[in-house]
């Protein structure tokens, strides 16, 4: 790594790049302590639901007119990406129907699950 890319920065360069360095240490630190205390596939899922959390501040950073950050544009094929993922989510998530209640195959859940997205 070249450090010689870091002599030219301004003291809010400064100030930004070590904001960013102790924000990856809480959240991975975060991370850490969700882990000894939930279950690793409950964390997982909420892990799987930061790109969607990324393009919601990236698209009301847009509205804001924040200058200085580059808009993210999403077409269609990235759509259909974060319903995917928002589907899986609601699947992990959603308790499963006592087998004696309910004779809803998990094909009609899909299928129930993605006409609520829409």
Do not use: C
Not at 44 to 56: E, R, W, Y
Request: net charge positive.
């Amino acid at each position: 790594m070249n450090f010689s890319q870091f002599e030219g920065l301004s003291i809010i360069q400064w100030i930004l790049l070590i904001f960013l360095g102790i924000n990856t240490l809480i959240a991975y630190g975060s991370l850490a302590a969700a882990l000894k205390y939930i279950e690793a596939n409950k964390v997982s899922i909420i892990i799987t639901l930061n790109p969607i959390i990324t393009f919601v501040a990236m698209f009301v950073l847009d509205l804001l007119n924040v200058a200085w950050i580059d808009p993210e544009n999403i077409n269609f094929y990235g759509f259909i990406g974060a319903l995917a993922v928002l589907a899986g989510v609601i699947l992990a998530v959603r308790k499963p129907a006592s087998k004696k209640k309910s004779h809803k195959s998990s094909m009609f859940i899909f299928v129930e699950t993605w006409a609520f997205l829409l």
